[in-house]
């Protein structure tokens, strides 16, 4: 319950800096964007299939992540003050 309701101070208070900033309307055609994308994802498809794609893009994904928090790791344990 304590845990819930600092949970919910969080929220509120991040809710309020981000009601702080003014909305802007923007004419963004996302279609536009995404179209070329599907289109090209399409023709790819009927080579290779989209389930190997996602395979393959989600394991460079987890290898690079992985090395960052390798880097990361590594770097924090040279700063720490062994004796």
């Known amino acids: 319950m304590i845990v819930t309701n600092i949970m919910n101070m969080f929220i509120g208070i991040m809710q309020a800096i981000i009601n702080a900033f003014p909305t802007i309307d923007l004419p963004i055609d996302i279609a536009a964007y995404v179209r070329p994308v599907a289109n090209a994802v399409g023709y790819l498809d009927t080579f290779?299939?989209?389930?190997?794609?996602?395979?393959?893009?989600?394991?460079?994904?987890?290898?690079?992540?992985?090395?960052?928090?390798?880097?990361?790791?590594?770097?924090?344990?040279?700063?720490?003050?062994?004796?």
């Open 48 to 83: 290779i299939d989209i389930g190997v794609i996602t395979l393959c893009i989600s394991a460079i994904l987890i290898v690079d992540n992985w090395s960052l928090i390798i880097k990361v790791t590594m770097k924090v344990w040279s700063l720490l003050p062994f004796t």
